[in-house]
């Protein structure tokens, strides 16, 4: 890693420290490795050069009085090893948080894939961009004989994917039988390897599998011998996750289809992700006539997200975070349900819902704050799971606000969301960003509806980005 040493004696702490520790008569002089000047004085019969060092090499030079000289190379020496540090440390927290935010968008990818061997060619092409692989094979449980069965495979494996004769069978088979992904770097030393047409120096093999219930699993190896990480298990393992929630939906879908008629079968899906009331909506005016665009009316929104989030990012596992999530999305759900509102979306952490739509509520605002009491309420046992499993704090924070907004179809023909769109939503997400932990802040507007019904506290007028004016908040206690 490069050290920018010019830059480093420029920020201000150090310029600081190195104010307090030379004296005034004393005569010092910083060069780099290479002998350029840096800063200091340019005087040609310095006592001393004392070397400033990381990681054992010489990384600069401090030319002066010994014991001046000295001090100052010591702490360069150990500024720089702390710089070091913290850029580790960002790139760490970098990475982490580019491992979610990919695991976020093959999710995305998987849901809206409708056959099994779309979703295991989907896993396929994330593990060709991610892991070392020559070949590559995703195996489910045959219904009917149960036994593995190729799903979808690449490399020199693909070819006739139903009678394929397919190396390391043993591995495979152990790995979906125990539940539990391996790596085996020297496969000639397992005696479950099983030699084919191909040989494989190298495996990686994690099962498909949700809660208990293992569908299949995936196969990742080359040719040559290679050392697979516990990091390629582990990116592995959270890709596998993904595909069995996808598989396992395809199959919970292709129930309801042998179960209902078609009308219904969308429309009860439909409403695993939004509010009884659009699928009611759905079932009256029926499929054919659900067209884009909106039309204004008032409503009530919530925007609930996870404070200091990308701090709970670096400290957990993907698997961990998803877990989390779907616990936590699962109580904001309930509760807004509960209250009769409708989840417009997920982001990342957070959710959005609005109350008033698309039936119309005559205590819409009174809703939306009682959901807001009952997620602060309901999350108390899920925050002393996360506190005893995973050793954090998850502290929710919540905005509502009430106004006109454009809700309605928006999207194409083809893909579709109701949603809803206005200044009265982008004031509820900023209240909501201003939160603090554990706390619910309205804007005046709420508050002139459930005065009297809940307890308040006025935090008087903030500036709100995108406001002109500053804005009268209150505190839900």
């Known amino acids: 890693m490069q050290i920018n040493l010019k830059r480093l004696l420029k920020k201000k702490e150090i310029v600081s420290l190195l104010q307090d520790i030379i004296e005034p008569s004393a005569h010092i002089a910083i060069t780099d490795s290479s002998g350029r000047h840096l800063i200091g004085e340019k005087i040609a019969t310095m006592q001393v050069a004392v070397p400033v060092l990381w990681e054992g090499r010489e990384i600069a030079l401090v030319k002066g009085e010994h014991q001046q000289a000295s001090l100052v190379a010591s702490l360069l020496s150990y500024a720089v090893a702390q710089e070091v540090e913290k850029k580790y440390l960002g790139k760490e927290t970098l990475e982490k948080y580019k491992e979610i935010n990919l695991l976020y968008e093959i999710t995305e990818k998987l849901t809206a894939l409708m056959h099994p061997s779309e979703v295991a060619r989907a896993i396929i092409d994330e593990i060709k961009n991610l892991i070392v692989a020559d070949h590559i094979a995703v195996f489910v449980y045959a219904e009917e004989a149960g036994n593995l069965r190729p799903l979808a495979t690449w490399g020199k494996m693909c070819g006739s994917e139903s009678n394929i004769t397919y190396p390391g069978k043993g591995i495979i088979e152990a790995v979906a039988r125990g539940g539990k992904g391996e790596i085996i770097n020297e496969t000639a030393g397992d005696r479950r390897y099983t030699p084919g047409e191909i040989i494989i120096s190298s495996v990686i093999c994690v099962p498909l599998k949700i809660k208990e219930k293992t569908s299949g699993a995936v196969f990742v190896g080359t040719e040559k011998s290679h050392s697979y990480t516990a990091g390629d ?245």
Request: some cysteine; overall charge neutral; aromatic content about 8%.
């Open 233 to 477: 298990l582990k990116l592995l393992s959270a890709l596998a996750f993904q595909g069995a929630s996808a598989l396992e939906n395809i199959r919970l879908f292709d129930n309801v289809v042998r179960e209902q008629e078609e009308k219904k079968q969308v429309t009860r899906l439909f409403g695993r992700y939004v509010a009884a009331q659009v699928v009611e909506e759905i079932l009256s005016v029926g499929e054919q006539n659900l067209k884009l665009g909106g039309h204004r009316r008032e409503i009530t929104v919530l925007f609930v997200d996870i404070r200091q989030f990308t701090r709970i990012v670096e400290l957990l596992g993907p698997e961990e975070i998803v877990e989390l999530l779907n616990h936590f999305f699962e109580i904001v759900t309930r509760c807004i349900f509960e209250n009769q509102g409708t989840i417009d979306k997920f982001i990342g952490d957070a959710v959005m819902a609005f109350f008033n739509a698309p039936l119309p509520l005559e205590d819409h605002a009174t809703r939306a704050v009682q959901a807001a009491r009952q997620i602060m309420l309901e999350i108390a046992e899920l925050r002393k799971v996360a506190r005893e499993k995973w050793r954090i704090e998850l502290q929710p924070g919540i905005g509502i606000n009430i106004g006109e907004a454009v809700v309605g179809n928006i999207g194409t023909e083809n893909r579709m969301d109701y949603t809803a769109i206005g200044d009265t939503v982008n004031l509820a997400q900023r209240l909501e960003s201003i939160a603090g932990p554990g706390e619910v802040l309205i804007s005046e507007e709420v508050y002139r509806y459930v005065q009297g019904k809940f307890p308040t506290v006025p935090l008087g007028k903030k500036s709100i980005k995108g406001k002109e004016r500053p804005v009268m908040v209150y505190k839900l206690q």
